[in-house]
């Protein structure tokens, strides 16, 4: 079942969830490893401000931009199956999540070098994601940033002559951002590898919704991403 722009619902769902679960990795990433595993106009920025003021961050953001590169090849390669693309994206938000858990759990452990091994898993991590969420092709939420969705509610609006498309998957997607960056900093202040473990979690159940079989429940979904 799709919606009226042609989206699958559970699609539309499953990456409000990822962007929440994106939100918390970021902040967590920025709080604790000072740059960003995911958001990487943000890493490229840091990285020119660190070279600017001599401060040494630029070896974590070289590490995060090339992990994530090698997380798009591998996600482009698994997107390219021949499978629905509900399937495909629900195998690569699997395996996402399991990346992430393994994430925590190598935190909780603690090995030599554990930042740098933090960073590269949850940017090779990312990387995998933002290859699912550019293939389910969802009007302005194939990347876990606000910038396109709050510019698609001001251009799209009655004020600026449209008819308000995909108000409320903005909306929603805009406030799982915020929600999820506010539950990762919380929750990594207390233990961050149940912080990224948390993240998983959600990561695993969008991934685990793409591959539930129809039931007449799930069918609200379609009617909540009409709008």
Request: proline fraction near 2%; charged fraction near 10%; hydrophobic fraction near 55%.
């Amino acid at each position: 079942m799709s919606t009226r722009a042609g989206h699958d619902p559970r699609l539309v769902i499953s990456i409000i969830l990822v962007t929440m679960a994106m939100g918390m990795l970021d902040a967590i990433s920025l709080l604790h490893l000072k740059i960003f595993a995911g958001y990487m106009t943000a890493t490229v920025l840091l990285m020119a401000v660190h070279i600017a003021t001599s401060e040494s961050v630029v070896l974590s953001g070289f590490e995060a931009i090339g992990l994530y590169l090698l997380g798009a090849l591998a996600g482009g390669r698994l997107a390219r199956r021949n499978r629905t693309t509900r399937l495909d994206v629900g195998d690569i938000l699997l395996i996402v999540g399991s990346i992430v858990g393994l994430t925590a759990l190598e935190w909780a452990v603690q090995p030599p070098g554990c930042t740098y091994i933090t960073l590269g898993l949850l940017a090779f991590a990312m990387g995998l994601q933002t290859s699912a969420t550019r293939h389910a092709k969802v009007a302005d939420m194939s990347l876990p940033a606000a910038t396109m969705l709050l510019h698609g509610l001001a251009h799209n609006s009655t004020f600026a002559g449209g008819t308000n498309p995909g108000t409320w998957r903005r909306l929603a997607a805009i406030s799982s951002l915020f929600v999820g960056a506010v539950i990762g900093t919380l929750t990594s202040s207390h233990s961050i590898s149940i912080a990224i473990a948390l993240a998983a979690a959600i990561i695993l159940i969008a991934g685990g919704l793409l591959h539930v079989r129809e039931h007449k429940l799930l069918a609200r979904l379609d009617r909540l991403t009409m709008h």
